[in-house]
C-alpha cells in the first residue's frame, strides 16, 4: 500500500473509526468532544485529531472543499488504518418541507460522470455511491433518540459551488433528490472500490428553494447534537481487521 503523501502521520496515529468534515472549525468541535485528543497531523491544513469518545478510539479530520480534495484525505486515512468513516457536513436543501438546521442523513449520493469518477472507475459508467447499511442504520437510530429533526433521501454532489442556476433546485428534487452537497458521492464510492464502511450526516446550511442561507451562530446548537449523533453512530460500528 502507497504511503500518504499529505497527511503527515504514520500508521496507529490515525484511528480505525474517522469522523471527516471540510470545515476546520467543525473538526476542532468535535476534536473538543473527545477525551485526550491529540493533534497527530497539521500538513496542508488537514488537520487530524485523535482521542477517545467513551472509551472507544476515535479520529477527526479535516477533508477540505469538493471531491477531488476529499478523494486525497479518504485514500490517505485509509492508508493509515482507518476502516470506518463519517462525513459530517453540510447542505443545501432541494425541497421546501427541509427547512435550515434540519438534518439529512444521505441513501445515496448523484454525481456528474467523468472527472474524478471516470479516473477511478476507468469508464463513462456511474458505480453506486451508496453509504453502508450498518452506519446507515446507526446515524438513523441515534438521530431519532435525540430528537432530531432529519430526513433520508438522496443527494446530489456538485464540484461547482457557484454553478446552480435558478431551476437547480427544481430540476434534481423532480429526480427524488432532496439535498445537495460536494463530497458523499467521492466518499461513498471510494468506500466500495477500498473496502471501508462509510456514511453522512448532514446540517442543512443553506435552502436553494428559498435561497436563504444561515449563519454559524444559528447553526451552532444543530452542530453540535449533529457531532453527538456522529460519535454516538460511530462508537457503535463494528469492524474486523
Known amino acids: 500500500m502507497r504511503a500518504p503523501v499529505h497527511i503527515r502521520a504514520r500508521v496507529g496515529d490515525v484511528a480505525e473509526r474517522v469522523i471527516v468534515a471540510g470545515d476546520p472549525g467543525r473538526v476542532d468541535l468535535v476534536a473538543s468532544m473527545l477525551s485526550d485528543p491529540r493533534l497527530v497531523s497539521t500538513s496542508r491544513g488537514f488537520n487530524v ?20 480534495s476529499a478523494s486525497i484525505v479518504f485514500e490517505e486515512l485509509y492508508m493509515l488504518g482507518a476502516r470506518v468513516i463519517i462525513r459530517l457536513g453540510t447542505c443545501g436543501s432541494l425541497v421546501g418541507d427541509i427547512g435550515i438546521g434540519d438534518l439529512v442523513i444521505p441513501t445515496g ?52 459551488f457557484y454553478a446552480e442556476d435558478p431551476q437547480f433546485a427544481s430540476r434534481w428534487s423532480s429526480r427524488g433528490v432532496i439535498a445537495v452537497e460536494m463530497e458523499c458521492a467521492t466518499l461513498f464510492t471510494l468506500a466500495g472500490i477500498r473496502g471501508f464502511k462509510t456514511g453522512a450526516l448532514l446540517i442543512v446550511s443553506d435552502s436553494l428553494v428559498t435561497w436563504r442561507h444561515a449563519t454559524s451562530e444559528e447553526l451552532k446548537e444543530t452542530m453540535v447534537k449533529a457531532a453527538l449523533i456522529a460519535l454516538n453512530a460511530i462508537k457503535r460500528v463494528t469492524w474486523s481487521s
Open 49 to 68: 485529531y485523535t482521542g477517545f469518545y467513551d472509551g472507544v478510539r476515535v479520529s477527526v479530520a479535516v477533508h477540505g472543499v469538493g471531491g477531488p
Open 109 to 160: 449520493a448523484g454525481y456528474h460522470p467523468g472527472g474524478l469518477y471516470y479516473q477511478y472507475i476507468g469508464e463513462h459508467a456511474c458505480a453506486p455511491a451508496v453509504p453502508s447499511y450498518e452506519l446507515l442504520k446507526l446515524l438513523v437510530e441515534e438521530a431519532s433518540s435525540m430528537g432530531a429533526r432529519y430526513h433520508l433521501g438522496p443527494v446530489i454532489s456538485s464540484d461547482a
